[in-house]
Nanobody, 122 residues
Framework: QVQLAESGGGLVQAGGSLRLSCAAS????????MGWFRQATGQEREIVAA???????YYAESVKGRFTISRDIAKNTLYLQMDSLKPEDTAVYYC????????????????WGQGTQVTVSS
């Protein structure tokens, strides 16, 4: 059973940076695809970025050029470096994992972390 735990969220001013981490355990070494999703209050969960092994596979248009997804296989840790943050980036951020190929659909991911709040003030 893959277990995921996010950390690194917080309050930051617009234009600032945060780095989210997602520690994986319980068989995560064989997980192919991982992703970061976010859910703002009253909105649907949306994909932010995805990675297959160590190759970034997808970025949402709204974060391209500002966010960077990466993965340290040896540490079983997924990262999301978020720069030039905007108030509209405010949301709970979740990491997710799946075996097999990447997917942009949240329903394709069986393993989820508990989420970490990111708040960007204007």
């Amino acid at each position: 059973q893959v277990q995921l735990a996010e950390s690194g969220g917080g309050l930051v001013q617009a234009g600032g940076s945060l780095r989210l981490s997602c520690a994986a355990s319980g068989g995560a070494f064989s997980v192919n695809a991982m992703g970061w999703f976010r859910q703002a209050t009253g909105q649907e969960r949306e994909i932010v970025a995805a990675i297959t092994w160590t190759t970034p596979t997808y970025y949402a248009e709204s974060v391209k050029g500002r966010f960077t997804i990466s993965r340290d296989i040896a540490k079983n840790t997924l990262y999301l470096q978020m720069d030039s943050l905007k108030p509209e980036d405010t949301a709970v951020y979740y990491c997710a994992a799946k075996f097999g190929g990447y997917s942009a659909s949240s329903s394709a991911y069986p393993y989820w972390g508990q989420g970490t709040q990111v708040t960007v003030s204007s």
